[in-house]
């Protein structure tokens, strides 16, 4: 199992930055997936980006360029860099972990883009 817990949501104005950490319970080379999800209002889940134990990454066509993912392997932290953010970034944001007993998640941390 792995405990995920998500921080540095807030309020940002168009064109602004904020960068969201999550901190897992278990060292992230263990973890073979971490993503950043986020929940629209009134959409589906989405991925937004995700690294792999090798350092692979992936992004979604909405956010590439302007969002970064990263990890800090001593602090079993990965983070989501949000660069230019829009009003159409705001969303609940997840963190998930991909295991090999299943699929994890942390609670949630908002981010609401709006000038």
């Known amino acids: 199992q792995v405990q995920l817990v998500e921080s540095g949501g807030g309020l940002a104005q168009p064109g602004g930055s904020l960068r969201l950490s999550c901190a897992a319970s278990?060292?992230?080379?263990?973890?073979?997936?971490l993503g950043w999800y986020r929940q629209r209002p009134g959409k589906q889940r989405e991925l937004v980006a995700s690294?792999?134990?090798?350092?692979?990454?992936n992004y979604a066509d909405s956010v590439r360029g302007r969002f970064t993912i990263a990890r800090d392997s001593a602090k079993n932290t990965v983070y989501l860099q949000m660069n230019s953010v829009q009003p159409e970034d705001t969303a609940v944001y997840y963190c998930?972990?991909?295991?090999?007993?299943?699929?994890?998640w942390g609670q949630g941390t908002q981010v609401t883009v709006s000038s």
């Open positions: 998930n972990a991909a295991i090999t007993t299943g699929l994890y």
């Open positions: 278990r060292s992230i080379f263990s973890i073979n997936i």
């Open positions: 690294i792999t134990s090798s350092g692979a990454t």
